[in-house]
């Protein structure tokens, strides 16, 4: 439903869906949609399109729900605005924008974690501590490579997007694509700033050369 709602210019607050996915995901809890005859609202990218289902995308419940997703999604992420690769681009910007929601919200009690921040990898940056767990770039590193070099690991509040026995990008055996990159809806992943022009397709990442001496 998401889909044909997005496609007739009707805008849903989103953050995991995959067009190309054929299992929708359903992670961010941002996109809930009322039903006209049930009870509670639904998530629209999990709910198919049915011969005379009404739906109303701004109901009070659905936006209450999305609203509390997004103020969960930002407890946990470091708003630093001024200081991101991706700021003015970001879909949490967007979703802030979207629902009146603060980028400095406080409802919850704000928990961010300090995971190191990879810039092995020559031609990106990966900081694990911006990451809302989309699965975007699980997804599209799964899809063209088969096996993909990310994956989730953990659960709860410690579930984080990493690597094969959590080793750095440039031994992990990721191909910079960029395919990744592309998807990432925040900061989290990023070019570096010398990637900009014109990077490499599917260079083997390398590793980074040691110090001498
Ligand atoms: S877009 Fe539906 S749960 Fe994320």
Redesign the pocket.
Known sequence: M?WAAVDNGIYIP????IRRALE????????FVEIEGRSAPV????EPVAEGIVVNTQGAKARRLARTALELLLASHPVDCAHCAKNRSCELQKLCSFLGVKLNTRRFRKLVHNYPIDSSCPQFVYDPNKCVLCGKCVWVCRERFGIGVLGFAHRGFDRIVTTFEDKPIAESGCHVCNDCIKVCPVGSLVLKESSKAGAPEDEQCRKPARRRG
């Open positions: 998401l989103n953050l995991c869906a929708p995901y359903g992670g961010c809890r941002l996109c998530t629209a990218c999990t």
